[in-house]
């Protein structure tokens, strides 16, 4: 039996945790579309300010400090919410975080919002967890 079989709940908390840590927020092609769509940003704008390349892959650009480009530390909020990528969206729901117990309850210290809130079923994370 997995450790999740039974359900986890997840309520994201707005902490920003999980947007001011070291690494790639990658945009898929839908993302792109819904970042257009919802943020007031052209296409040519998201890419010429705003996207890069890593290895074949658009993600978002480095800020420098570790942060996602579009945390906002003054209101401590995502300037993007309503258009943020499917990797935010699934946030913590990620492969990376549900192959084991171990590296699940690394990511229960850093964010708050897990153990609490909705119960999310079996069936959602597997689903949430195969998007990306």
Do not use: H
Not at 83 to 91: F, G, H, M, N, V
Not at 106 to 118: H, Q, V
Not at 121 to 127: G, R, V
């Amino acid at each position: 039996m997995g450790f999740y079989d039974g359900g986890i709940r997840f309520e994201c908390k707005k902490c920003g945790n999980c947007c001011n840590v070291q690494g790639y927020v990658f945009i898929f092609p839908q993302d792109l579309d819904r970042l257009v769509e919802k943020s007031g940003f052209t296409k040519e704008e998201l890419e010429r300010t705003y996207l890069s390349s890593v290895d074949g892959y658009v993600v978002f650009r480095d800020r420098g400090d570790g942060a996602c480009i579009f945390w906002d530390p003054i209101v401590k909020g995502c300037k993007i919410y309503e258009a943020r990528p499917t990797q935010c969206r699934t946030y913590p729901f990620w492969k990376t975080l549900l192959y084991k117990k171990s590296k699940w309850d690394e990511e229960t210290k850093t964010c708050p919002g897990i153990g609490s809130g909705r119960l999310y079923t079996f069936e959602e994370i597997e689903e949430l967890k195969n998007k990306l």
